[in-house]
């Protein structure tokens, strides 16, 4: 079974540049979440998704963050524009909605500059 | 809103050696905790659930937790470290009234030595 796949894995990119970030997950979990992970922090949830509705994004920064899920499958997660401070881990995962087990994918690593 | 706190950002033992990764909760109602392992560069993966069933609850690699609530505690053990155990160690809780919405510790820095 394939895992979540993220891309890409690195990004390195100017402030005030936009930046997207693409997420499949695994086939035939509804549930779709984007975390952001700081270094030496744990996981944040930005948004999280039951098939293309998204349920739960109060923690989105919303004047440059946006997110969405078509057909409810594949998400892209945009930064638009990216500041210093959201140099991070961004991380997806997919849930078969048994509570609390998520699967994550490795990550995109954004940077900054 | 629940919360887990994780002692100590940091843990170093020896291989062979007792592994014991604190983690205390917050919550107003019955909680579902969980452990999950973030090995380098990759992203985290779940170690083992408690979900309101044995208090005691056995995970993948022979590690192990057990749900106090007298102590608000949900400590995971292992009794002989290997090297391959060298990771962050993340906590995590949630519970219905929050959608089941996972909030995690900041994680705990596991060093296992020769």
């Known amino acids: 079974e394939a895992g979540v796949v993220q891309s890409p894995r690195y990004k390195i990119i100017e402030k005030k540049q936009p930046v997207a970030f693409w997420c499949n997950p695994i086939s035939g979990h509804n549930t779709l979440y984007w975390y952001l992970q700081n270094l030496g922090q744990g996981p944040e949830l930005l948004i999280r998704y039951e098939n293309e509705e998204a349920v739960d994004d109060s923690q989105l920064p919303k004047d440059r963050f946006s997110a969405e899920r078509l057909k409810g499958v594949d998400s892209t997660l945009k930064i638009q524009p990216a500041e210093l401070g959201d140099s991070a881990v961004y991380l997806c995962?997919?849930?078969?909605?048994?509570?609390?087990?998520?699967?994550f994918g490795e990550g995109s690593r954004l940077t900054v500059l | 809103a629940q919360s887990v706190t994780q002692l100590g950002s940091h843990v170093s033992v020896s291989e062979g050696a007792l592994v014991l990764l604190r983690c205390n909760y917050s919550s107003s109602v019955p909680p579902y905790l969980f452990w999950y392992v973030q090995y380098p560069n990759q992203g985290l993966q779940l170690l083992l659930k408690y979900t309101s069933a044995a208090t005691l609850v056995k995970g993948i690699n022979g590690f192990e937790a057990e749900f106090k609530k007298s102590e608000t505690s949900f400590h995971l053990t292992k009794p002989s470290a290997h090297m391959s155990d060298a990771a962050e160690y993340f906590c995590?809780?949630?519970?219905?009234?929050?959608?089941?919405?996972?909030?995690f510790g900041k994680g705990t820095s596991l060093l296992v030595t020769p």
């Open positions: 995590a809780v949630t519970h219905s009234n929050s959608g089941y919405a996972l909030n």
């Open positions: 995962a997919s849930s078969p909605n048994r509570v609390g087990e998520l699967f």
